[in-house]
C-alpha cells in the first residue's frame, strides 16, 4: 500500500506541475500540537493488559508531528498538494504487573517507543486575493502506519501484534502570512492528521 502511494503520489504531482501554464507551487514546514501519542500507548492492550501500577508519573518523551505540505495551485481558487508529516513517543518507567503476588515492589522496567507516519492527498480552496495574507480550507486524506514497541525486563513478557487503522483524514483550515514576497508564516487549525494546530514556514514559487 505504501508504495501504490507513493507511485500515485509522484504521477499526479508530475501530471499536476507540468500541465498549466500557469502554476503557482508551494512548499510548508510545519510543527504541530499537541502530540496525543502518549494517550494511545496507554490504550493499548500490551499497556492495559500487563501494567498495574507505574512507580511514579512517566515522563513522555514527544517529537512532532513534524510534517512537509507540497501543494500547486491551479488558476482558480483551488490548490492539490501532498502532506507528509511524522510524530514519535517515548517512555522509561518501572512498574508492577497485574501477575506479580506483590504490588508494592516495583521490580519491572518497561521501554515503550510508538511512531506514527501519515502520508495525504491534500486539496484546499483559498480565499481572498491578498498578496500578504492568503487564507484557505481544505482536506486531506491517505495513509496512516503506526507501529509500537514494548520491551520490558520481566520474564515472560511478550509484545502482541498491532492492529492500527491505516486511514489518515484531515479536515483544516489556515492561512499563510507573507512578511517577503516569497516568504511566509504558515498557521492552521485542523481535525486529525497531524496536529490540533499547526506553525511554520511557507516558500511559495
Known sequence: MKKLFTTTSIFIL???FSSSSFSQISGSLYYGAPNVLSGGIILTDDYVGEIYATEADVSWSNLGPVGLNVAYRTDGKLS???????????????YNAWSDPSFDTYEHNMDISRS???????????????DVFAPYTGLGVGIRSASNTFTSSRAGFAQTEDTTSPLA??????ANIYFI???????????????????????KM
Do not use: K, P
Open 14 to 16: 508530475t501530471v499536476l
Open 80 to 94: 492539490f498538494g501532498l502532506d507528509l508529516n511524522y510524530s514519535q513517543c517515548s517512555g522509561n518507567f518501572n
Open 116 to 130: 506514527i507516519f501519515r502520508g495525504m492527498f491534500r486539496i484546499d480552496a483559498n480565499w481572498g486575493d491578498s
Open 169 to 174: 483524514f484531515r479536515l483544516h483550515a489556515g
Open 181 to 203: 514576497d516569497n516568504m511566509g508564516l504558515l498557521i492552521e487549525a485542523g481535525f486529525g492528521g497531524g496536529g490540533l494546530v499547526r506553525f511554520g514556514l511557507t516558500y
